[in-house]
């Protein structure tokens, strides 16, 4: 994540406006959790979400990041999006305020996404590692109906 790149201040106004492409329909996501240097293992658990048609904010959506009470209370605070990667710095709750990352990378029937979340502790920042691999799995199940 050392080396990741977010995109700010230099989008052209083409570059600001695209969203990013993902496929509409049932993704499975398993994410991986790292408590920085905590001595507890790696945590992975799976679940699933759906990605509406025309729903910009879809990955955001099955995947959690754009909900501050998943980013332990995390804004987003400069986003760059392009059809195929999202990424934003965040600014996380603390005193003083943590900073963070999102970077989510599309590839047809995959997503992979990496979120760091820093957590000020006295004197340093502790980091909270999220790692997601998401994969298309086709339509989303028809909706419940209320009986």
Not at 77 to 86: F, G, L, R, V, W
């Amino acid at each position: 994540m050392a080396g990741m790149v977010l995109l700010a201040g230099g989008l052209t106004a083409a570059q600001a406006a695209e969203t990013l492409q993902v496929k509409p329909g049932l993704w499975q996501v398993d994410r991986t959790m790292e408590l920085g240097a905590m001595p507890f293992p790696p945590k992975t658990v799976r679940y699933h979400g759906c990605i509406k048609p025309g729903d910009p904010d879809g990955v955001l959506a099955i995947t959690g990041y754009g909900r501050p009470d998943v980013t332990n209370g995390c804004k987003i605070i400069d986003k760059a999006i392009t059809t195929n990667s999202y990424q934003a710095k965040l600014l996380c709750q603390g005193e003083p305020p943590g900073p963070g990352v999102i970077d989510i990378k599309v590839s047809g029937d995959s997503l992979v996404s990496e979120v760091l979340v820093g957590e000020r502790i006295p004197g340093s920042t502790r980091w909270i590692s999220f790692k997601d691999e998401s994969k298309y799995l086709g339509a989303c199940p028809p909706p419940e109906k209320a009986s």
